[in-house]
């Protein structure tokens, strides 16, 4: 059995935040079509109701791609963080050379 590797980086975490908030922005910025005739009309108010429950989850689902960027910004930040002290520590094994 072949197991994939997962390789993660800041940047890579980075560019992936920015995605996730680019596109929840254009899923917030789509409308749904105006409706035409008649409002009166049963498959207009039918049209109305669907575009509104459409809308909502729109706006769910860029809410959750907005929190995604975030947590993958937190995840950038701490992966930094933890290659930082990893760097740090090992620069504190190297011993100096004896002459």
Wanted: proline share 4%.
């Amino acid at each position: 059995m072949h197991s994939a590797v997962l390789q993660v980086s800041k940047d890579g975490l980075a560019a992936q935040a920015g995605r996730c908030r680019s596109l929840a922005s254009r899923l917030a910025g789509n409308r749904p079509a105006l409706g035409t005739g008649p409002s009166v009309l049963a498959s207009a108010a039918a049209v109305s109701a669907a575009h509104a429950v459409i809308a909502a989850g729109g706006v769910r689902c860029a809410s959750r791609m907005q929190d995604t960027a975030t947590k993958l910004e937190i995840a950038s930040a701490c992966y930094r963080d933890t290659e930082a002290g990893a760097a740090a520590d090992f620069r504190a094994l190297v011993r100096p050379p004896v002459r």
